[in-house]
């Protein structure tokens, strides 16, 4: 079955750094564009980062922009979310997706989430 959960998710004082990992099983990785999305509570579901599946290709969100980026190592199966300089409005549920072939895809598979909280 297809699986993606993520970890790395943390509480964490503003202007600190985390790195969110998503391990990806059940699909062809290496062929799938990847993205991290996140919500806040009420708050829409907000794509935050995308990646192509090989990884040459990189797309962020205004909001995000110089603070993200999003990498994958596909021999690992493993999609990245690096995020420095944290701010309280960056505390949300991080999900990553699979968004099949292209990295403008829409998103076909989606794991659970992992909690970052940024609060001093």
């Known amino acids: 079955q297809v699986q993606l959960v993520e970890s790395g998710g943390d509480l964490v004082q503003p202007g600190g750094s985390l790195r969110l990992s998503c391990a990806a099983s059940?699909?062809?990785?290496?062929?799938?564009?990847m993205a991290w999305y996140r919500q806040a509570p009420g708050k829409e579901r907000e794509l935050v980062a995308r990646?192509?599946?090989?990884?040459?290709?990189?797309k962020y969100a205004d909001s995000v922009k110089d603070r993200f980026t999003i990498s994958r190592d596909n021999a690992k199966n493993t999609v990245y979310l690096q995020i420095n300089t944290l701010k309280p409005e960056d505390t949300a549920t991080y999900l990553c997706?699979?968004?099949?072939?292209?990295?403008?895809?829409?998103?076909?598979?989606w794991g659970q989430g992992t909690q970052v909280t940024v609060s001093s």
């Open positions: 059940g699909f062809i990785f290496s062929s799938y564009a």
């Open positions: 997706s699979s968004l099949g072939l292209s990295v403008t895809g829409t998103p076909i598979y």
């Open positions: 990646i192509s599946s090989s990884g040459v290709i990189t």
